[in-house]
């Protein structure tokens, strides 16, 4: 099955607001594809009430989010590992060194995708071959202006300001992954 792992620290504001976007999005067109947030950090923690009234401004619960802490498994089952920066991509991958193909900064895959265009009546995984195309290790290195901030111990404000990026780039993935072009009800690939 398709998998989207959603990664950051602590695995408590980002990377489940991420998921949590993503998941809605994918429910209500009907794809079924498996969604899953972690970080870095220890696991079994509620995610932050910043990120929760974050979205529940938006109709979303994270309620009963429990962080999860990524391991080799995880990252090797992946279709797509999304980094909240490029460290955690850097982190992905030294976990698991042949997901480099597939693992990218929210923010660079986006901007990655728009260059290469929305996915046609391709299989997901070749579409982000793709995406990927040559790019080099080196190009993480120092690569901060992928990075969403981390609003963790903030305001509500930076925890809305964080959602709507989220949210922004999220909308923006989906619709670049998931066209209605390629959409099952019309004959696409998932």
Known sequence: MTCVVFLCTANLCRSPMAAALLEDRLERRGIEIEVVSAGLLEADRPASEGSVRALHWRGLDLG????????????SSST????MEHRHVQEAVLLEPSAWPRSFSL???????????????????QWI?????????QEM????DDDIA?????????YRDTADELDELVGQLFDLAWPKSADPKSGGEE
């Open 129 to 137: 071959g793709r995406v990927h195309g040559d790019r080099t290790v």
């Open 150 to 158: 981390d609003p963790y111990g903030r305001s509500d404000d930076e």
């Open 80 to 83: 797509l590992v999304l980094g």
């Open 64 to 75: 009963d989010h429990r962080s999860r802490r990524v391991g080799r498994d995880l990252i």
């Open 141 to 144: 290195v120092g690569a901060w």
């Open 107 to 125: 923010r660079e895959f986006v901007r990655r995708a728009s260059a290469v265009g929305p996915r046609r009546r391709e299989p997901l995984e």
